[in-house]
C-alpha cells in the first residue's frame, strides 16, 4: 500500500535541479506532495487530482501519470530554503466510501551554498 | 485563520506510564487524524476521525492506545501503558477531505519513553 520514493536522499548545490519520484503498485486518482522541515509539521505543496496533470508551487513543480501509477516532483534552481523531506501520499480507499492518506517514506533533500 | 493546536509540544515518561495528547483542529474540518511518525520515517496513520465517529483505527494498538473526539471537535490521544518503541512525534491534521483535499498538521508532540 504504500507509495516507494526515490531517491531516498538527494543533495545539490544551490541552483542545481532534482526529481524526486513516488510510485504505487495500486491505480492512483491522486498524488499529494508535502515537505517536511527538520523539526517541523509537514506543510503541503501540492495535490494532483487526474492523470497528466501538472501543477507549480514556486519552482518546484509536479507532474501525475496515472498510466505509470507514478508522480514525480521537480526541483529547479534550488535555494537553501528548499532543505527538507518530501513526502508523497496517496489515497487508499476503504469501506464506507472514505478515503485515507498513506505516505511514503520520504525523500531528504540537502541544499548547499 | 488560526492551525492545528496541540499539547504538550514535548513529554517525556517512564516506561508504563500513561501519557495524552490534546489536539484542536482547524475550525469546520470534518476530518481528524492523528499520526505517528518515528525518526527517518513518514507520518503512520494511527486513527482518522471523521465527525466525532472513528472510521479508520487499523493501525491503532488498541491494547494501549485509546483517542477519542467529543462533539466532532478536539481530539485526544491516550496511550497506557507506554513502550520504549512508542517514542515519535505525534501528530494531529485535519482536513475538509482527505483525498482532494490538503492536511493542515499540527505543531507535534515530541513523546520519549525512558
Known amino acids: 500500500q504504500q507509495p516507494v520514493q526515490s531517491p531516498q536522499a538527494v543533495i545539490l548545490r544551490e541552483g542545481e535541479d532534482a526529481v524526486i519520484n513516488c510510485s504505487s503498485s495500486?491505480?492512483?486518482?491522486?498524488v499529494h506532495w508535502y515537505r517536511q522541515k527538520h523539526g517541523e509539521a509537514p506543510v503541503f505543496l501540492m495535490i494532483l487530482l487526474k492523470g497528466g496533470e501538472q501543477k507549480g508551487h514556486e519552482k518546484i513543480s509536479a507532474s501525475f501519470n496515472e498510466k505509470k501509477q507514478q508522480s514525480s516532483l521537480y526541483l529547479t534552481a534550488s535555494q537553501l530554503s528548499y532543505s527538507g523531506t518530501y513526502f508523497c501520499?496517496?489515497?487508499?480507499?476503504?469501506?464506507?466510501?472514505?478515503?485515507?492518506?498513506?505516505f511514503g517514506a520520504g525523500t531528504r533533500l540537502a541544499v548547499h551554498p | 485563520e488560526a492551525g492545528v493546536a496541540q499539547s504538550p509540544r514535548y513529554k517525556i515518561i517512564e516506561k508504563r506510564q500513561s501519557v495524552a495528547f490534546w489536539c484542536n483542529p482547524i475550525?469546520?474540518?470534518?476530518?481528524l487524524y492523528w499520526y505517528q511518525q518515528i525518526l527517518g520515517q513518514g507520518p503512520k496513520l494511527l486513527i482518522q476521525f471523521q465527525n466525532n465517529g472513528v472510521v479508520d483505527d487499523s493501525q491503532l494498538p488498541k491494547d494501549r492506545f485509546s483517542a477519542e473526539r467529543l462533539k466532532g471537535v478536539d481530539s485526544t490521544l491516550k496511550i497506557q501503558p507506554a513502550k520504549l518503541e512508542d517514542s515519535a512525534v505525534y501528530l494531529c491534521?485535519?482536513?475538509?477531505?482527505?483525498?482532494?483535499?490538503?492536511?493542515?498538521f499540527g505543531p507535534g508532540t515530541r513523546l520519549t519513553v525512558l
Open positions: 495500486k491505480a492512483l486518482y491522486s
Open positions: 491534521a485535519s482536513s475538509l477531505d482527505p483525498a482532494r483535499h490538503e492536511q493542515f
Open positions: 501520499g496517496t489515497p487508499f480507499s476503504f469501506s464506507g466510501g472514505y478515503n485515507k492518506l498513506i
Open positions: 475550525s469546520g474540518h470534518a476530518t
